[in-house]
């Protein structure tokens, strides 16, 4: 059974610019979460979509959003880009009945020069 | 406000000992706790779950205990391998309380765990 899938896995952008990340979930997972993970701040949620929906959302500013498809899959933007906003962005899927724990793709390192 | 919390960066111990990783937690409405053991480069590996309702989980090597009057849960690791050397995440949900956080978890600090053979 194949895992969380995360593209792409590393990439660089400016200040200002944008970036769009995207995550494929295990097959018949239909929520999906996003965490953010820096040195100084550890890992943060940011927001968790279900079934096209966003059912939870972190304390983020507005720069940072994201949806999901009707096969779940899901994408996460962040707009005009902070030298702060360079870290490991993580996916994670779940079944939606809120038992049992995540499963984390291995991430997209996101550098802001 | 930090409402996991892992007061030990790190620890060390020696292969076949008993390694014991603690979490304390604010929160009452926490009601259920994860374990998650990451290495670089790699995302968070689950490694061990319990529900508030009860105070022991075991699962091969790990075992979760939760303390809820005092807000604590630890994972003890016995036998300790180097294998075992990663970072380990104490995660915390308010699943089952009525409430919508399922896919929210509040994740500690982290403890740098190495076990030396």
């Known amino acids: 059974k194949a895992g969380v899938t995360q593209t792409p896995r590393y990439l660089i952008k400016t200040r200002g610019q944008q970036v769009t990340l995207s995550c494929s979930p295990i097959s018949g997972h239909r929520s999906v979460s996003w965490y953010q993970q820096t040195p100084g701040q550890g890992l943060q949620f940011l927001f968790e979509?279900?079934?096209?929906?966003?059912?939870n959302k972190g304390n983020f500013p507005g720069r940072f959003s994201g949806r999901q498809f009707s096969n779940s899959r899901s994408e996460m933007n962040v707009s005009t880009l902070e030298l702060g906003d360079s870290a490991l962005y993580l996916c994670?899927?779940?079944?939606?009945?809120?038992?049992?724990?995540?499963?984390f793709g291995e991430g997209s390192r996101l550098t802001v020069l | 406000d930090q409402q996991v919390k892992q007061n030990s960066p790190s620890l060390s111990v020696q292969e076949g000992r008993i390694s014991i990783l603690n979490c304390d937690y604010t929160n009452s409405m926490f009601d259920y706790f994860l374990w998650y053991k990451k290495y670089p480069a790699e995302g968070p590996t689950f490694l061990i779950s319990i529900s508030s309702i009860k105070d022991k989980n075991e699962d091969g090597r790990f075992t979760v205990f939760l303390n809820k009057s005092a807000k604590h849960l630890s994972l003890h690791i016995v036998p300790s391998q180097p294998g075992d050397s990663a970072v380990y995440f104490c995660?915390?949900?308010?699943?089952?309380?009525?409430?919508?956080?399922?896919?929210?978890?509040?994740f500690g600090q982290g403890t740098i765990l190495t076990v030396h053979p």
């Open positions: 979509y279900f079934s096209e929906t966003q059912r």
């Open positions: 995660a915390a949900s308010a699943r089952f309380a009525g409430g919508t956080s399922y896919g929210k978890l509040t």
């Open positions: 994670a899927s779940s079944f939606p009945q809120g038992i049992g724990e995540l499963f």
